[in-house]
């Protein structure tokens, strides 16, 4: 009762930590590049031990050349009375992410080729980017946007394009094994909550729930901006994850209330994608699956490029473009929640919890059955029912567990992975894990084992 | 008409025999060691030839340890005012197999902790087992169990332990192949029908009948203990049978009014599991298919093994754990009958004629169609239906052999079994064998082949 | 316009042609061997390059024996009053094809055995062949028989069994590939039109629109007699083709009112048995699919014999046997029509372009997703839907374009085939052929190839 308050207590802190890390990131005008994004990395820091990288200005890596690095520093557009239509410094989605320079006086007319607005979401400020063609401009609500008077606007855009870099960083926990599970999210977008913030903090959490266990496998948590930081993670150790990886995520827009959804990586069978599918088959954890597409989604386009085609899926809740506060002000932390995203990372440890424990085994008595009532866990007569008066042989009523065990110890061949072997006990790998501990700790099996055993 | 007199006196010979057998063997009190098992396999040589084999007590045979053997001479148990309440003697259910020796009077109290009984069947006596935990016991039919009225009991049962050992026979009938199928059945329950007699006798009868026959394949009849049996002859021939089984059957529970019941070996598709299923599709045989478990069954959980994992499926009718009288008394000869075994036995003929016919083929002039007229096998005109008066000419209307015909020679390219090959014509094996002599005495084509032929 | 009008011209013109070789070739008496049949591809040659090729009388071809050349010279059945009942001058099918000269008079109850009609259509003359055992015969109306009266009647039949050979040709088409696709038709018999000169006929012409095209395979086309002449030409070039053969089809029955319909290969999965269910699927072409059978059919029972089992199917519209003018004298013009053959032509030229363009691709950016900014094939802002007055940019509506862009480059792998890309895209092959073209031409892709290649 005790250990539970102290679980549940542990738990509402960790909510109240999230939800810090929330309030300390939203206000940053992140982009590809530059100050925000940095700070953004920097904060992240003081939770988890990143290591940075960066790759300059000019850098051509694959099919993409790294560009400058954008500075904003203030912009405003005012009305011809002087009356501010829109302040960089009031929401930083007001001005197009990559804007270049403009201090210039114009006639509406004009103005209107450079203001974007939502015709269907009157109060929505729009996210606008122009990353790889220069272009100003502003986003305001359409509301604000339809009362706008004939005259001369002030367009004022105190930014600059320098030489720098791009960042990136990541945390690598070690485990028994070399073989990587790899946690990738994105860290490029300004505020935004569920299509920005969810995945990093998630990805944060996570990190620290794994660090107190053991691990069988190394993980590597990679924060990236999306598109061209994935790209250049790749450029820089992709050969690497080529070599290592035995599974991965990208995780985005893992707030709302919808439940899980899991988006599969491009080989299809990837230990992310069956383990996903068996989970929800036996209702361990609710969601949909999504067949893996290049046509949209994140980060995981570049990971499953056909160069690479590495066994990442993606993770989300309420998915990118489904929702009306997608990519405009309307994302916030009131429509994401902090409580789904303690929810998210809740059934993420669950799925981690079964990748850990699947592999092949082996049973080291595997010619005839083993005699199970050596290690007490076979009936030792053979009797009608329980018309027995000998009723303290437990076991007699312990069908169950006798059918999994006998059922764990057949298929334990070096030749059927344990999710698998819960498929022919009609179960999921979560409820046979306790089976697993017992026969491991009498050294009936030995495993997990990541390839194949010959017997 | 007077060869099918001669036939049918036979198989009425044949089912009067079974049944002088069923009598010899129903009173013995077998075990899995002993006299009774011995003179039961004594009884089966002087039906077939059997090589008898033992393994010492306290031989360790994989993870199991060869049991000292028991002796039972008698059993009694008396009431207060001296009546007989079970009599080894009157039937030797009333016993604990493997019952230790005692010699004790007790009251009716400490009595009930050794009696069994099954209140759903009051008629019945329980058969129950305890082999490797030293226990003593008396099973009644439960309407007895509730008329005892307290008072001091007398229980008598003069049994013993001794070293020797665990004996287990076969017979093995040559063919043209070193390759075998395997014919295994239990020979260690005490008087009991279907779920005991059953198969050895099915057994036994089918090795008459093959070994009348030119056969293909080595069959080899093993007759063992259930568990331990089956395991002291993988133990002794395990690597034999590795190297040589080609398909294998345990026979257990071939009695009762069901149609069929076919377990599936661990493989899933051996000869066996292929035959039957193709069988049953173009129903030469009626019966139903279960997948394989390791969770009950028969001794095919040690054949099927891990370490092992040969390609041995179960033959049953009324299948074991089914049936009212499974492990009691109720099951006699008149609940089996000789009829159903004798059933069986015409099916499994039927199996094994199938799988004999069973692989691959080669077309001796592969390139180009056959000219099949050149062997009065295709009509020599073509002309519309039956309108030409050349009427002789038969093969006109044998479409369907002609079509088979063309199918066999098509298929047969050392690729394709004869079962594909029935497959492709849409009937069952045994519809085609005498197409199949009629191509071999003409050298159109050779086989079968047990491994596929490059043309 | 003009363009269209010179298009329909040269369509109207090729119809023309295609109904002046019909006239040609339809009252000749064709047989597997002899005059008739080298008259035949003579008159091919007179539109296609052929080379003519031929085995001696007496060859043994494979399973086979080359016949004697049958000679026909005149054929005609008399009335007891002199009165004509048949005559091989007024329609070809009058006499059994391959029937032994005679010369005699006899009463007509003697007469009826060698006498064939079909009763359920009584105006039909029937054609029937007895190629392989000396016969002779009249084939005539069963209306005109029941009206035959008692008495004697004249026999003659002026043929002639000489040493010769069997005649078959090809032309071969070269692309830049050496592998080949074969379109096989036959040419053997006399004045039937479905069943005959609607194979030829359309080879004739597809080979003339594949002539005027760059191709990436070679292309043979091969004439021959019906079995023995495909056994014949297997004889010689069965080597050839079996290093060669990318693809084939035997074209058979392609006249009347049905849409297409075609015959797997024997391999089942050939890439015409694919690329046709893909064409089907996506309604580029309407037609059934027949599983391959060796039971009947047409010379691809012998190019899919075991010894060759090469890559070919059969295509048809009105297929052989199951239509009332089949093997008679029904089977004219007026039941085919040429514009049927024209519609064929054109449905065949499809499908072979969908072959010319399967294959594997390679993406010759694959490390992460290609620049397609840089290519002008993405939209250079992000901005929500069509709110931007920045219209220009007319590829934030191309979204179906781009998503197929982006498809292809995902699995422009080396690994999937145009085929399976364009399901993956939902859509036809023949649809994404102008994106390819795009993609090749701007060297992002490159392809296709044969076989599988590593990035």
Not at 226 to 231: C, L, P, R, V, Y
Not at 300 to 326: D, H, I, K, W
Not at 437 to 444: G, N, R, V
């Amino acid at each position: 009762m005790q250990e539970l308050k102290k679980l549940n207590t542990s738990l509402n802190e960790e909510i109240l930590r999230m939800d810090r890390l929330f309030d300390q990131l939203f206000p940053i005008c992140r982009s590809i590049t530059g100050p925000g994004l940095r700070e953004t990395l920097e904060i992240l820091s003081e939770y988890i031990p990143l290591e940075h990288f960066s790759l300059a200005s000019g850098t051509q890596a694959f099919d993409w050349k790294i560009p400058q690095e954008w500075i904003i520093r203030n912009a405003i557009l005012k009305g011809p009375d002087g009356e501010v239509i829109a302040d960089f410094m009031e929401h930083n989605l007001h001005v197009i992410n990559y804007s270049e320079p403009i201090d210039n006086e114009l006639e509406l007319e004009e103005l209107q080729h450079h203001l974007f607005s939502i015709p269907s979401l009157p109060e929505a400020i729009p996210y606008v980017t122009s990353y790889y063609k220069k272009r100003w401009g502003f986003c305001i609500p359409h509301k604000k946007r339809e009362e706008l008077k004939p005259g001369k606007y002030h367009a004022l855009i105190d930014s600059e394009f320098v030489d720098g870099g791009i960042n990136f960083s990541h945390a690598v926990l070690p485990g028994k094994s070399d073989k990587e599970i790899l946690i990738s999210s994105y860290v490029c977008h300004p505020s935004l909550a569920n299509n920005e913030l969810s995945g990093p903090i998630s990805s944060t959490f996570l990190y620290e729930r794994l660090a107190e266990k053991p691990r069988r496998f190394t993980y590597r948590f990679v924060f990236v901006p999306e598109t061209i930081g994935s790209i250049s993670y790749l450029y820089k150790f992709g050969d690497d994850l080529r070599q290592k990886l035995h599974a991965g995520l990208v995780l985005t827009c893992l707030g709302g209330n919808e439940s899980l959804s899991y988006k599969k990586s491009r080989r299809g069978n990837s230990p992310t994608d069956l383990m996903w599918e068996h989970l929800v088959q036996y209702k361990e954890i609710h969601g949909d699956t999504r067949s893996f597409t290049p046509v949209n989604g994140s980060d995981e386009r570049q990971y499953c490029s056909p160069g690479f085609n590495l066994p990442v899926g993606q993770m989300s809740r309420t998915v990118y473009a489904t929702y009306p506060g997608y990519h405009n002000s309307l994302d916030t932390k009131e429509f994401m929640t902090i409580e789904s995203l303690h929810e998210s990372v809740n059934e993420l440890e669950k799925l981690i919890e079964a990748l850990e424990w699947d592999g092949y085994y082996v049973n080291t008595s595997p010619y005839g059955e083993v005699k199970l009532d050596k290690h007490g866990l076979y009936p030792d007569i053979n009797a009608p029912g329980k018309t027995g008066l000998f009723s303290s042989n437990d076991l007699n009523d312990q069908r169950v567990q006798l059918s999994r065990i006998l059922t764990i110890l057949n298929y334990s061949d070096g030749q059927h992975t344990l999710r698998e072997i819960a498929n022919q006990c009609e179960c999921s790998i979560l409820q046979i894990i306790p089976i697993m501990e017992l026969l491991l700790s009498k050294s009936i099996v030995t495993g997990p084992f990541e390839d194949r055993q010959e017997l």
